[in-house]
């Protein structure tokens, strides 16, 4: 790295040294809260997870971590309402796994 010109206070510019043929590539992960509710592990919270959970519930569908909408250890209406009030923007409180996928609840006053 070498100072930037154009840069604050502390940054650096990443300068490519290495010859063409000697260069890396880098692959940089993005990351994409895993929020419970989010029942058929589509990324999207929305109908399909409130219909997954219906089928949960009446045996249809198999058994996710992120059926627990509002993560009380049980499977029940309790979770589709929770959906329901996520889709909505009325949910007040929303649990998800951090970095390190440990479960964490915020709520929107956070």
């Given at each position: ?13 990443l ?15 993005a ?31 198999e058994?996710?971590?992120l ?7 049980k499977?029940d209406e309790?979770?589709?309402l ?28 956070q």
């Amino acid at each position: 790295m070498a100072a930037c010109a154009g840069c604050i206070d502390g940054e650096s510019e990443l300068v490519d040294a290495a010859p063409p043929e000697d260069n890396y590539r880098m692959v940089v992960d993005a990351y994409a809260p895993v929020i419970y509710g989010n029942a058929n592990g589509d990324n999207r919270i929305d109908q399909l997870d409130v219909d997954y959970v219906k089928g949960v519930i009446e045996g249809i569908n198999e058994l996710t971590e992120l059926s627990d909408a509002n993560y009380d250890g049980k499977i029940d209406e309790a979770d589709i309402l929770q959906i329901k009030r996520i889709i909505s923007g009325t949910q007040t409180e929303l649990t998800l796994q951090d970095m390190d996928g440990r479960p964490v609840t915020r709520s929107r006053n956070q």
